[in-house]
């Protein structure tokens, strides 16, 4: 069926070319720049100051840390924006969530099913199309 060729699409594949070669990381007293405070930022230098790290600075552009995951409130409505999806990975051991939780921020709420307009108009009931529909559409399109 066509769902299962366009899954199909997402199977891992083979790896061509060489091995990446082996790089030695910084000893534990090397200076180590983190630039961005974003959740891969922050991450990388908690992970960092796990393994005994002394010497770790984050550079980061803007007047907060967030990166792109921060909240627009408008008109008494809270609209997430930026990387507000998480997927399973995320909840791994030393991952994004169990950190999260480690400092009181695991707030998390399930996303809402939403739907997608295929036309850009409501009006038009035949273009309303969940999140899966609208993915597989857009896979079928490769």
Not at 11 to 29: C, F, N, Q, R, Y
Not at 101 to 112: A, I, K, M, N, T
Request: glycine letters at 6%; one cysteine or more.
């Amino acid at each position: 069926s066509q769902a299962k060729q366009l899954l199909s699409l997402l199977a891992p594949t083979p790896a061509v070319g060489e091995p990446w070669p082996i790089i030695p990381g910084p000893d534990l007293k090397d200076r180590v720049c983190i630039v961005g405070a974003g959740a891969a930022g922050i991450h990388m230098a908690l992970s960092l100051k796990k393994r005994s790290y002394e010497n770790v600075v984050v550079f980061e552009k803007s007047i907060r840390v967030g990166g792109k995951c921060y909240d627009i409130n408008y008109r008494r409505t809270t609209n997430p924006m930026g990387a507000i999806f998480l997927e399973a990975n995320y909840f791994n051991e030393d991952s994004l969530v169990p950190i999260l939780e480690q400092y009181g921020l695991d707030d998390l709420v399930p996303f809402p099913v939403t739907n997608i307009w295929a036309t850009n108009s409501a009006a038009d009931q035949e273009s309303k199309l969940t999140s899966a529909q609208f993915i597989l559409h857009s896979l079928s399109k490769l």
